[in-house]
């Protein structure tokens, strides 16, 4: 399911091919996920040419990272959070859970329109909206927070420092007030309140042992940094279809 899903979404996104970033996303992604996992997945991990701050999971273990998040986080330890919160939807099954929704609804919107803001926003809202509930665009709270708390335990295996967890939380909740629009895919699929800040503060609060001998940044996340910089812009968002369609 999660391989056919990944051929859809790797023939519809614009993925950056910059070796440099996609290399060290996956090294970053495969160390967490190693710690995470032991049905023996093949991880792959993905970088979506897009400014829009997001990230999504499918299942079998394909993680997409948007570009605008990495340029969004100030440390390695905030994108870890990230993809280790990601790495945990995979893991407790949240992704599977959340097609099979949409299979069983029979819903016809495309993947790209569910995981993204590449489509009409009212149109993939409309297009999910069965029973006056929406099935698939979002994670519960209950997701958020299991996977939350996943992702603390598997990037503090990986040596990583897990407050920018929370710290990474309230950088995005803090953007979003600035740049709205940037946000609205990752508010869209990702319920985002102060209530999971504190919940992973105080989750992390509760570990034993010196949390300051983990790494909290590295400098070749200063690099990738740096890398993003020097790269073109990001390909212009499709236009939507005539008659407000989603995209195919």
Not at 11 to 22: G, H, K, Y
Not at 33 to 43: I, K, M, N, P, V
Request: charge should be negative; proline fraction near 6%.
């Amino acid at each position: 399911m999660g391989a056919d899903a990944a051929r859809q979404i790797d023939a519809e996104l614009p993925l950056l091919q910059d070796p440099l970033v996609t290399r060290y996303v996956d090294s970053l992604g495969q160390a967490i996920a190693s710690h995470a996992d032991e049905r023996g997945l093949e991880w792959r991990f993905a970088v979506v040419d897009s400014r829009q701050v997001n990230a999504f999971a499918l299942p079998g273990g394909f993680i997409y990272l948007n570009r605008g998040l990495i340029e969004t986080a100030s440390e390695m330890s905030e994108l870890a959070g990230v993809l280790g919160h990601e790495i945990g939807h995979v893991t407790e099954r949240h992704s599977v859970e959340q097609m099979q929704k949409q299979q069983k609804a029979g819903i016809g919107v495309s993947l790209v329109c569910m995981l993204t803001d590449m489509c009409t926003s009212d149109v993939a809202r409309v297009a999910i909206n069965v029973g006056g509930q929406l099935v698939f665009a979002k994670f519960s709270r209950e997701h958020e927070t299991e996977a939350d708390s996943v992702a603390v335990r598997h990037v503090m295996r990986a040596g990583i420092d897990p407050r920018g967890i929370p710290r990474m939380f309230t950088r995005l909740q803090a953007e979003r007030g600035r740049r709205p629009a940037a946000l609205e895919g990752w508010f869209g699929t990702h319920p985002l309140e102060e209530s999971r800040v504190r919940a992973t503060t105080e989750l992390i609060g509760r570990i034993e042992g010196d949390l300051g001998r983990l790494r909290r940044d590295e400098p070749s996340f200063v690099a990738v940094k740096r890398r993003l910089a020097e790269l073109p812009a990001p390909p212009a968002p499709p236009a939507p279809r005539e008659g407000g369609q989603p995209f195919p």
